[in-house]
C-alpha cells in the first residue's frame, strides 16, 4: 500500500488520479447505457431496433474518427484544456438525451456523448504521464482502469433494472451526477503550470485538411464493419456484399490517398516514423490485439450463451459478471510489478491467458452446466486485468517525445481493434449459419451457433496469440535481445509535438 500511496504524495498528483478515475468512470456509464437501451428506445419511440441501434453507431463513428485529432489538439493547445471541456461535452449531452422526444434527436446526443468521449481519451494519457514517471506509470493506470470496471458491474447490475421497471431516461441520467464531480475534480487541473500548453507547443501544426481526410478514411472503416444493409447481419448474403464490397473498396483508396499526403507532407499530421521505433510498434501491436479480443469476448459470449445455448439475455450478463470483479484488484496487482521490475513474463502470459480461456469455452462450453460458464472464463478475464494497465504504460513509456502521437494512435488502435474484433467475430461466425437458419426452430439452431463460436474463437486464439508471440520478442522471451525505452524515470520535458 505504501508504494500506492506514493502516487498520491502531493495534492497535484492525487487530484489528477481522481480526475482520471472519475473520468473513465463517466466513459464507461455513458458507453453501456447506449448498447442497453436500444430495444427499450425502440419500443418508446415506436421505431424499429435497427433504426434505434443508429444511437450506438454514432457514438462509434465519432469516437474512434475523432480520438487522434483530439489528441493532437490537446499538444497544441493544452491536454488539460480538451479534456475538461470533454467532461463539459458529456455530462451536457447524457442530460440532453434524458429529454429526447424522437430517435433523431436521441442519435445526436449519442454523438455528442462520443464527441466528449474522445477528448477525454485522447488526452487522458498525456496528462497522466506528464504527472507521473515511468516506473509508476504501471500503477497509476490501474486507478482509472479499475474505475472503468466499477462502472461495468455498476451498468450490469443496476441499468437491466431500470429498464426493465423504469425508463431508458432514468440509466442516461445516472451518468449527469457522475459528470458533474468529474468536473469538480478535473478544474483545479487547469490551474497546474505541469499541465499547461508550453512555448514549445506553439509550434505544433494541426492541418486541418489531413485531420478531416483521417476522420473520414476510419469513419468509413468503422461503417465497412457495421451491418446497416437489408438482410441478415452477415458479410456473404447478397444485401451484405453489395454493401460491404463497396465501403471496404472506398476505404481502402481513402487510406491509400491518406498515406500519399502524408509521406509527402513536410510536416505530416500523422507523422509515420514514429513508427519505426520497434518498442512502440510492437507494444501497440500487442495492445491491438488485447483490444480485439475484448470485443469478441462481448460480442461472442452474449452469442453462444442466447442462441447456441437457449438461454435468456439476462443470463448472459451473469456469466460475464463474475469476471469482472477481478477487474477491481488485478490490475493494482499487475500495475505493481510492472513498476517494480517490470517482469517480461507479464505482457506475454496475459494474453496467453486469455486465448485459454477462448480455448476451455470453445471446448466445453457446449457439454458443462452454465454455472461452469463463468469459471471456464476465468483465465481470459485474468489476462484481461493483468494486460491492461503494464501495456498502457508500455506504449507511452516507448514515445516520450511525442506524448500526443501515443496517445492518439493508442486510442485509435483501441477503437479499430473493437471494430475489426467484432467484424472478424461475426464473419466467421457467420460461415458456420446456413442460410436457412431464420427459418429452423430455437432447438435445430442451436448446434450450428455452438459451431459458429468455435470458428470465431479459434480467430481470437490466433490473433490473440500472435500479440504474445510480439510481445514476447519485444521482452527477450522469444529471441536474444529485450527492447527497452531509453527514457529516464521521470516525465520528460514537453518537446514541439507535446505540451
Same mark, same amino acid.
Given at each position: 500500500?505504501?508504494?500506492?500511496?506514493?502516487?498520491?504524495?502531493?495534492?497535484?498528483?492525487?487530484?489528477?488520479?481522481?480526475?482520471?478515475?472519475?473520468?473513465?468512470?463517466?466513459?464507461?456509464?455513458?458507453?453501456?447505457?447506449?448498447?442497453?437501451?436500444?430495444?427499450?428506445?425502440?419500443?418508446?419511440?415506436?421505431?424499429?431496433?435497427?433504426?434505434?441501434?443508429?444511437?450506438?453507431?454514432?457514438?462509434?463513428?465519432?469516437?474512434?474518427?475523432?480520438?487522434?485529432?483530439?489528441?493532437?489538439?490537446?499538444?497544441?493547445?493544452?491536454?488539460?484544456?480538451?479534456?475538461?471541456?470533454?467532461?463539459?461535452?458529456?455530462?451536457? $449531452?447524457?442530460?440532453?438525451?434524458?429529454?429526447?422526444?424522437?430517435?433523431?434527436?436521441?442519435?445526436?446526443?449519442?454523438?455528442?456523448?462520443?464527441?466528449?468521449?474522445?477528448?477525454?481519451?485522447?488526452?487522458?494519457?498525456?496528462?497522466?504521464?506528464?504527472?507521473?514517471?515511468?516506473?509508476?506509470?504501471?500503477?497509476?493506470?490501474?486507478?482509472?482502469?479499475?474505475?472503468?470496471?466499477?462502472?461495468?458491474?455498476?451498468?450490469?447490475?443496476?441499468?437491466?433494472?431500470?429498464?426493465?421497471?423504469?425508463?431508458?431516461?432514468?440509466?442516461?441520467?445516472?451518468?449527469?451526477?457522475?459528470?458533474?464531480?468529474?468536473?469538480?475534480?478535473?478544474?483545479?487541473?487547469?490551474?497546474?503550470?505541469?499541465? /499547461? $500548453?508550453?512555448?514549445? $507547443?506553439?509550434?505544433?501544426?494541426?492541418?486541418?485538411?489531413?485531420?478531416?481526410?483521417?476522420?473520414?478514411?476510419?469513419?468509413?472503416?468503422?461503417?465497412?464493419?457495421?451491418?446497416?444493409?437489408?438482410?441478415?447481419?452477415?458479410?456473404?448474403?447478397?444485401?451484405?456484399?453489395?454493401?460491404?464490397?463497396?465501403?471496404?473498396?472506398?476505404?481502402?483508396?481513402?487510406?491509400?490517398?491518406?498515406?500519399?499526403?502524408?509521406?509527402?507532407?513536410?510536416?505530416?499530421?500523422?507523422?509515420?516514423?514514429?513508427? /519505426?521505433?520497434?518498442?512502440?510498434?510492437?507494444?501497440?501491436?500487442?495492445?491491438?490485439?488485447?483490444?480485439?479480443?475484448?470485443?469478441?469476448?462481448?460480442?461472442?459470449?452474449?452469442?453462444?450463451?442466447?442462441?447456441?445455448?437457449?438461454?435468456?439475455?439476462?443470463?448472459?450478463?451473469?456469466?460475464?459478471?463474475?469476471?469482472?470483479?477481478?477487474?477491481?484488484?488485478?490490475?493494482?496487482?499487475?500495475?505493481?510489478?510492472?513498476? /517494480?521490475?517490470?517482469?517480461?513474463?507479464?505482457?506475454?502470459?496475459?494474453?496467453?491467458?486469455?486465448?485459454?480461456?477462448?480455448?476451455?469455452?470453445?471446448?466445453?462450453?457446449?457439454?458443462?452446466?452454465?454455472?461452469?460458464?463463468?469459471?471456464?472464463?476465468?483465465?481470459?478475464?485474468?489476462?484481461?486485468?493483468?494486460?491492461?494497465?503494464?501495456?498502457?504504460?508500455?506504449?507511452?513509456?516507448?514515445?516520450?517525445?511525442?506524448?500526443?502521437?501515443?496517445?492518439?494512435?493508442?486510442?485509435?488502435?483501441?477503437?479499430?481493434?473493437?471494430?475489426?474484433?467484432?467484424?472478424?467475430?461475426?464473419?466467421?461466425?457467420?460461415?458456420?449459419?446456413?442460410?436457412?437458419?431464420?427459418?429452423?426452430?430455437?432447438?435445430?439452431?442451436?448446434?450450428?451457433?455452438?459451431?459458429?463460436?468455435?470458428?470465431?474463437?479459434?480467430?481470437?486464439?490466433?490473433?490473440?496469440?500472435?500479440?504474445?508471440?510480439?510481445?514476447?520478442?519485444?521482452?527477450?522471451?522469444?529471441?536474444?535481445?529485450?527492447?527497452?525505452?531509453?527514457?529516464?524515470?521521470?516525465?520528460?520535458?514537453?518537446?514541439?509535438?507535446?505540451?
Amino acid at each position: 500500500m505504501s508504494s500506492f500511496r506514493e502516487l498520491s504524495s502531493n495534492n497535484t498528483r492525487k487530484r489528477v488520479l481522481l480526475s482520471l478515475a472519475s473520468t473513465q468512470l463517466l466513459v464507461q456509464l455513458s458507453t453501456i447505457p447506449m448498447a442497453l437501451s436500444v430495444p427499450t428506445m425502440a419500443d418508446d419511440f415506436g421505431v424499429d431496433v435497427s433504426q434505434a441501434a443508429w444511437t450506438v453507431i454514432a457514438r462509434l463513428l465519432v469516437l474512434g474518427a475523432t480520438v487522434f485529432f483530439f489528441a493532437r489538439l490537446g499538444s497544441r493547445v493544452g491536454h488539460v484544456k480538451i479534456y475538461f471541456i470533454g467532461v463539459i461535452l458529456m455530462s451536457l $449531452a447524457s442530460l440532453l438525451a434524458v429529454t429526447s422526444a424522437n430517435v433523431g434527436q436521441a442519435v445526436v446526443w449519442s454523438a455528442l456523448v462520443g464527441l466528449g468521449a474522445s477528448m477525454i481519451s485522447s488526452n487522458s494519457n498525456p496528462i497522466l504521464a506528464l504527472v507521473f514517471g515511468e516506473k509508476e506509470r504501471g500503477r497509476a493506470y490501474s486507478i482509472p482502469i479499475i474505475a472503468a470496471r466499477v462502472g461495468t458491474l455498476l451498468g450490469m447490475a443496476l441499468f437491466g433494472v431500470f429498464l426493465q421497471f423504469f425508463s431508458w431516461r432514468l440509466v442516461f441520467l445516472t451518468s449527469v451526477p457522475v459528470g458533474m464531480y468529474a468536473l469538480w475534480m478535473a478544474r483545479p487541473l487547469l490551474q497546474y503550470e505541469l499541465l /499547461k $500548453a508550453g512555448e514549445a $507547443a506553439k509550434n505544433v501544426v494541426v492541418g486541418a485538411p489531413s485531420a478531416l481526410l483521417m476522420m473520414a478514411t476510419l469513419s468509413v472503416f468503422i461503417m465497412s464493419g457495421l451491418h446497416i444493409h437489408e438482410g441478415d447481419e452477415s458479410f456473404v448474403s447478397a444485401e451484405a456484399l453489395e454493401y460491404h464490397l463497396p465501403v471496404h473498396g472506398l476505404f481502402l483508396v481513402m487510406a491509400v490517398v491518406f498515406i500519399i499526403v502524408q509521406r509527402r507532407s513536410a510536416q505530416p499530421f500523422l507523422n509515420f516514423s514514429h513508427f /519505426k521505433k520497434k518498442q512502440f510498434s510492437m507494444a501497440l501491436f500487442s495492445d491491438h490485439t488485447f483490444h480485439m479480443s475484448m470485443m469478441a469476448v462481448v460480442t461472442l459470449v452474449p452469442i453462444l450463451v442466447e442462441n447456441g445455448l437457449g438461454y435468456d439475455p439476462i443470463v448472459a450478463s451473469w456469466v460475464l459478471i463474475p469476471g469482472q470483479f477481478l477487474g477491481i484488484f488485478l490490475p493494482l496487482i499487475a500495475g505493481y510489478y510492472f513498476d /517494480k521490475s517490470n517482469p517480461p513474463w507479464l505482457r506475454p502470459a496475459g494474453l496467453v491467458s486469455i486465448a485459454s480461456g477462448f480455448v476451455l469455452l470453445a471446448l466445453f462450453s457446449g457439454s458443462v452446466p452454465i454455472w461452469v460458464l463463468p469459471i471456464l472464463l476465468i483465465p481470459a478475464f485474468i489476462g484481461t486485468h493483468t494486460f491492461n494497465a503494464p501495456s498502457n504504460a508500455t506504449i507511452m513509456n516507448s514515445l516520450p517525445e511525442d506524448r500526443s502521437f501515443a496517445s492518439g494512435v493508442m486510442e485509435t488502435s483501441r477503437q479499430m481493434g473493437h471494430t475489426i474484433g467484432a467484424t472478424i467475430a461475426a464473419a466467421m461466425l457467420g460461415l458456420a449459419l446456413p442460410s436457412g437458419i431464420s427459418f429452423m426452430t430455437d432447438p435445430e439452431a442451436m448446434p450450428f451457433y455452438r459451431t459458429g463460436f468455435q470458428y470465431a474463437s479459434t480467430a481470437v486464439i490466433f490473433t490473440i496469440l500472435a500479440g504474445a508471440f510480439v510481445a514476447a520478442y519485444q521482452t527477450g522471451i522469444i529471441g536474444k535481445r529485450r527492447f527497452n525505452s531509453k527514457t529516464s524515470e521521470q516525465a520528460p520535458v514537453p518537446t514541439p509535438a507535446d505540451d
